[in-house]
Each structure stands twice: as structure tokens, then as C-alpha cells.
């Protein structure tokens, strides 16, 4: 069973940076696919992200292209989520998550394993 835990967000004005980390546990985390989501308030959760197994390839929502970065270290188990020109609606809880597929997936039903979520509030 693999455990993930995200840290990195808190509130940052418009325009500024974060950068969210998720640190795997409990499983072969080199073999898994990793994922961001979010889910704003009253609103569906939504893909943000995604790398493969060893990096090489990766894939962006349309609204996060240009000005976010997924990247992993497989020997620390970690997963990152640069986040640069943040905007107001940025602002959203975010997940990372795990699936067995070693390729870059935007699907929910595809992960089989979630984080608890780390709050990122953007102000204007």
C-alpha cells in the first residue's frame, strides 16, 4: 500500500511561486506514474499534472501549461510541483497520487492511490 503525504502550500499573492512536494512511502515508487490534482471549492476535482515512471515524459492541463513544472527524484520518493505566475484561480487544494500505468495519466479512475492534500491559496 503506498502512502503519500504533500506539503508546500500556504498563501502567496498573485504572480508569486510555490513549489509542492509528496513524499511516498510503502510501495515501489519508481514503477508508478505520479499525478496533481485540485479540487477548488464547490468545484470537481481536476488533473493538473502527470509524469511517468522515470520522468521522461510528462503532461499538463491547458490552464497550468508554461507556467508549472512536475518533476520527480525516485531515491528520495519524491514527487514536485513547481508552481510560478500563480493566479487567484490557482487557489485549490492539491493532491498528488499514484498509479500503477507507468505512463502520464489525466483521469482520475486511473490513480489508485491519494495524498490527504495541501492547501494553496493564491490572493489578488
Known amino acids: 500500500q503506498v502512502q503519500l503525504v504533500e506539503s508546500g502550500g500556504g498563501l502567496v499573492q498573485a504572480g508569486g511561486s510555490l513549489r509542492l512536494n509528496c513524499a511516498a512511502s510503502?510501495?515501489?515508487?519508481?514503477?508508478?506514474?505520479m499525478g496533481w490534482f485540485r479540487q477548488a471549492p464547490g468545484k470537481e476535482r481536476e488533473f493538473v499534472a502527470a509524469?511517468?515512471?522515470?520522468?521522461?515524459?510528462?503532461y499538463y492541463a491547458d490552464s497550468v501549461k508554461g507556467r508549472f513544472t512536475i518533476s520527480r527524484d525516485n531515491a528520495k520518493n519524491t514527487v514536485y510541483l513547481q508552481m510560478n505566475s500563480l493566479k487567484p484561480e490557482d487557489t485549490a487544494v492539491y493532491y498528488c497520487?499514484?498509479?500503477?500505468?507507468?505512463?502520464?495519466?489525466?483521469?482520475?479512475?486511473?490513480?489508485?492511490?491519494w495524498g490527504q492534500g495541501t492547501q494553496v491559496t493564491v490572493s489578488s
Open positions: 497520487a499514484a498509479t500503477i500505468y507507468g505512463s502520464p495519466r489525466y483521469r482520475r479512475r486511473d490513480y489508485d492511490h
Open positions: 510503502g510501495g515501489t515508487f519508481s514503477t508508478y506514474a
Open positions: 509524469i511517468s515512471w522515470n520522468g521522461g515524459s510528462t
